[in-house]
């Protein structure tokens, strides 16, 4: 019956069009072989593991299983060839609104927020945290429509706010920001929720860090700040000097908003260079009102540079002068960052900032979350939160992206044969191995589906000839009307 299941993953592609999927459980057949996929030839960029060079990938059972100046095609079942690409851990972006879905208006808990898969996965990020769009309120609710049902592994920092990020009637109320009750709420779900947040709040007073802070001690997780509104009665120095630990984490970094930017001098205020001393991470959290060239360009021109990029991803950054985190890396490329140090702003540094360091590497044994990447030359504009522009001469783009161990986006085609090859680079049959997109497999499908070049009096090679597509029910669901 070997060739009935080689029919199956065939089958499976039409039943999921039809929402049949759950209803044929498909076995894949066992790998043999040392690796399920290999990339040949590729630029590393492995920041935890200081590696920087040419290096061969493979991935086997969804974890990273060998990095090597040369591993073998024999050994694995699918080979890519990624000479002049660039491969990274994938990238994992640590500020984002992704709490879409409860229809709730002009709300990060609701319609000014996006599903992220759409924003991800083609720009090579495999990880993402929302930044405090729920509260433990609401925080179940956004598991359930967003967390468990992405394929990007969506992590969250969760708003000290109780109901979390609904505008400022809710982000103003004092009384809805318990620390303690935050942090416990925080520890039921050990590495989901990774951090502390608090954003847009206008007050005087310090009890919102205050809370945040006590939340992240009881959960043993970092807190993030956007400051909010900048006000007297709170200077930037003694946030980042009294009330955040070494650890905690600064968005916005670069907006000039709340007295990042010396004045006189146009490079980082004491401010930003007593967070640096404490530990205090540097975020980026570009979005659509936090970076300005004025401010980033002289900041980074004295050598300081972000600890991460991120994108504040929302309805309105992700159109305007933010657009996906590529676009924000190219313009700490322009800012004169090299390639490497961005990849490490994207991958191991917020992994590690988020207390997360299993991620964002490519460590034998970890999670195979792999971004490729092109690079183009030409000329480019940036533009920033005022319209103001730079041109930049360097873009990257992305061309391949694995999530734990599977292909999930291909830009150019590059793990696929031509439509009429002669014969598969690898067996179709176990393609499940190695990515989420399915082959045809030779002799299992449709008529309407034999490739021309297969004559007619060799369509029939299996034993059960063509499946129905339309009608795979099993003898129990035929019995049973629908
Ligand atoms: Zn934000």
């Not at 060839?81 to 972006?93: A, E, H, Y």
């Not at 779900?189 to 802070?213: D, L, M, R």
């Not at 002669?422 to 045809?440: I, V």
């Amino acid at each position: 019956m070997k060739t009935v299941r080689y029919l199956l993953p065939a089958a499976l592609s039409f039943c999921c069009c039809l929402g049949m999927a759950q209803q044929r459980a498909y076995v894949l057949p066992p790998n043999p072989l040392p690796y399920d996929l290999l990339l040949q030839g590729g630029h590393v960029v492995d920041a935890k593991s200081h590696i920087d060079g040419i290096r061969d990938v493979a991935i086997k059972d969804g974890k990273v299983a060998a990095v090597a100046e040369h591993l073998e095609a024999k050994d694995a079942l699918k080979t890519i060839d990624v000479k002049g690409f660039w491969v990274t851990p994938g990238l994992i972006d640590i500020h984002t609104h992704v709490y879409a879905g409860t229809g709730e208006r002009n709300s990060y808990a609701g319609d000014n927020s996006v599903y992220p898969d759409g924003f991800t996965l083609r720009n090579g990020v495999t990880t993402i945290v929302d930044a405090g769009s729920s509260g433990w309120k609401n925080f179940p609710d956004f598991k359930d429509k967003v967390i468990d049902r992405s394929i990007t592994r969506v992590l969250a920092e969760l708003n000290i706010v109780g109901s979390g990020m609904r505008g400022s009637k809710y982000e103003d109320d004092l009384d809805d920001m318990d620390g303690k009750t935050t942090g416990e709420f925080a520890l039921k779900y050990p590495g989901v929720i990774v951090g502390i947040k608090s954003a847009h709040f206008t007050g005087p007073e310090w009890k919102p860090y205050e809370q945040a802070v006590i939340a992240g001690n009881v959960a043993n997780i970092p807190v993030m700040i956007d400051y909010g509104a900048r006000r007297i009665e709170r200077p930037l120095d003694d946030l980042v000097t009294k009330y955040l630990r070494p650890g905690d984490i600064y968005t916005h970094c670069f907006s000039g908003n709340r007295g990042e930017q010396d004045p006189k001098t146009g490079g980082p205020s004491k401010a930003l260079m007593d967070m640096r001393k404490r530990g205090i991470y540097c975020d980026i959290g570009h979005g659509g009102g936090s970076f300005s060239f004025s401010v980033a360009a002289p900041i980074m021109a004295s050598g300081y540079h972000p600890d991460s990029i991120s994108t504040d991803l929302h309805i309105t950054s992700m159109n305007g002068s933010m657009k996906d985190i590529l676009n924000v890396a190219d313009k700490m490329i322009l800012l004169g960052e090299t390639i490497p140090e961005v990849f490490a702003q994207m991958t191991a540094n917020p992994a590690h900032e988020i207390k997360q360091d299993q991620l964002g590497n490519l460590s034998v044994g970890s999670v195979a979350d792999v971004a490729v990447f092109s690079e183009e030359h030409g000329t480019f504009g940036f533009f920033d939160m005022f319209g103001a522009k730079d041109i930049g001469q360097v873009k990257l783009v992305c061309e391949l992206t694995i999530k734990s161990g599977k292909i999930v986006y291909d830009l150019n085609a590059i793990e696929f044969d031509k439509w009429d090859a002669p014969k598969h680079s690898s067996d179709p049959a176990l393609a499940g191995h190695w990515t989420t997109f399915s082959e045809r497999p030779f002799g299992s499908q449709s008529s309407a589906r034999w490739p021309s070049w297969i004559p007619p009096s060799q369509r029939k090679t299996v034993e059960t000839g063509p499946p129905d597509v339309y009608n795979m029910k099993t003898p129990e669901e035929k019995k049973s009307p629908r």
